[in-house]
């Protein structure tokens, strides 16, 4: 229309306008702090759900890997209707916590198949460690849960040394564990580990996948379980 004032771009105010409104949102943004709050919330947001988006696409093109390698351990039901993937690292003070998550998991529910990967990412005794429990399940895979559970839920430190001594007392050998270390390095499980850790956006441990979902963090059994009823229920994890 004829006359018409347009409203002026940020780029046309001069230097005092641009002082001036400045000076106005500092003012507005410091008697309003709430608002920088939802905004840190609303990123918070954005990227969680970029993440799980991510971690959605990996998990379909890679179904194989994640759930039928012939790297993978699996405890409980190895028939089971679902199956729950957990990503750890014998050093991590939540995996050790989680491991009773598993417990009552594999207790609640015949019906659970649960498959671990190895993930050392918490330095070189994380990586020693893995390597002896590589050695062991080959060595001895019938007693690899009672080396998964001891290893995990001790206090020490894991390395190569309380690996082998946990070992020991399920009656294998450091011999027999050290000739096996030598004639395999072991390197494919763990790579094809941080392959998938990549791929799914995982950062840390223990991270989850349930059915089409990647869960990060130790969420405890009552929200795995939840999952778990959903996958059968609908065939998601959130129905």
Do not use: W
Not at 28 to 57: F, G, H, M, T, W
Not at 117 to 126: A, F, R, T, V
Request: net charge negative; glycine share 8%; proline share 3%.
């Amino acid at each position: 229309m004829a006359g018409a004032t347009l409203p002026q771009a940020a780029f046309a105010l001069d230097d005092k306008q641009k002082k001036e409104m400045g000076e106005f949102i500092r003012e507005y943004l410091v008697a309003n702090p709430e608002i920088l709050l939802e905004a840190q919330q609303s990123l918070k947001k954005k990227q969680q759900d970029e993440q799980l988006r991510q971690a959605e696409v990996a998990i379909s093109e890679n179904q194989q890997t994640i759930f039928k390698s012939v790297h993978d351990v699996t405890l409980g039901n190895p028939k089971g209707d679902v199956t729950i993937v957990e990503f750890y690292d014998y050093n991590c003070g939540y995996c050790k916590r989680a491991l009773a998550d598993m417990e009552t998991i594999l207790a609640n529910d015949k019906n659970v198949r649960f498959v671990l990967k190895e993930l050392p990412i918490l330095g070189p005794d994380s990586l020693a460690a893995h390597k002896v429990s590589a050695a062991f399940r080959q060595v001895a895979p019938e007693k690899y849960g009672e080396f998964h559970r001891a290893l995990l839920g001790g206090e020490d430190r894991a390395t190569e040394e309380t690996a082998i001594a946990v070992a020991g007392r399920l009656g294998v050998s450091e011999a027999d564990l050290r000739a096996k270390m030598e004639t395999d390095a072991h390197d494919a499980a763990v790579k094809e580990s941080y392959t998938l850790a990549n791929n799914l956006g995982i950062t840390g441990t223990p991270s989850y996948v349930v059915g089409n979902e990647a869960v990060f963090g130790a969420v405890g059994a009552e929200e795995l379980e939840t999952k778990v009823t959903n996958m059968r229920s609908c065939g998601k994890t959130v129905c």
